[in-house]
């Protein structure tokens, strides 16, 4: 089944203890990105891949760093996580070239006190 | 810099009414894409539709509708004879050409009563 995947699900962490999220994709996507979802205001973008060892930064990349070693993995890192990073967390894949449909994974919920 | 605006933050209806839900964008660039996504209680993010800036024509898919107008900047979603499956948070939005960059509204919560 294509699919995206991100692990955890669920994460409650303190301040200042480095984390990762996985996320991992069975599609041969070139393209992939995270987004944060906050109430009202909508999903942002905060790293995104165009291929293997390209990555950039979105409209929030503070606090934040991923890493493309390989096609299939998009890693997020949070290096000293901060309370204002408690968020619900996406990645998603897609084709590169073309603004094409991206698929989501199921979504991390983060809680950092 | 893109924007999008979706200034209903949430529409009540009951069912089998007709719910509009708006989605205004800003963008520099002539060529763009615009996007709906469905958000159920669940949680996932179901992929509705793609419009490209080129292509101004409605579309129409069951009960759903677009109505893409660039003349206002307007990419408005239509249900139509709305269901208590309806019920989600729904978001407009916009891509760059390359499609590295895609900006989200705020989303818009439908909620669908028997």
């Known amino acids: 089944e294509a699919q995206v995947t991100q692990n955890p699900r669920y994460l409650i962490t303190v301040t200042g203890k480095k984390l990762t999220v996985t996320c991992s994709q069975n599609?041969?996507?070139?393209?992939m990105s995270w987004y944060r979802q906050d109430p009202g205001l909508g999903l942002r973008q905060i790293y995104y891949s165009m291929n293997v060892e390209v990555t950039d930064k979105g409209d929030v990349p503070e606090g934040y760093k991923v890493s493309r070693k390989e096609k299939r993995n998009f890693p997020l890192i949070l290096e000293s996580p901060s309370p204002n990073q408690t968020s619900l967390y996406f990645c998603a894949s897609s084709w590169a070239g073309g603004p094409y449909e991206q698929y989501f994974g199921p979504g991390t919920r983060l809680t950092v006190t | 810099a893109q924007k999008v605006t979706q200034a209903q933050t949430e529409i009540s209806v009951v069912e089998k009414e007709d719910v509009t839900l708006d989605c205004v964008y800003e963008t520099r660039d002539t060529t763009y894409y615009l996007f709906w996504y469905k958000q159920p209680p669940s949680g996932e993010l179901v992929f509705l539709i793609r419009?490209?800036?080129?292509?101004?024509q409605n579309e129409i898919s069951g009960r759903y509708s677009w109505n893409f107008q660039k003349s206002t900047s307007s990419f408005n979603f239509t249900i139509t004879a709305s269901q208590v499956v309806d019920s989600a948070v729904y978001f407009c939005?916009?891509?760059?050409?390359?499609?590295?960059?895609?900006?989200f509204g705020e989303g818009t919560q439908l909620t669908v009563n028997p």
């Open positions: 599609m041969n996507h070139e393209y």
């Open positions: 939005a916009l891509s760059t050409f390359s499609g590295s960059r895609l900006t």
């Open positions: 419009r490209n800036s080129f292509d101004e």
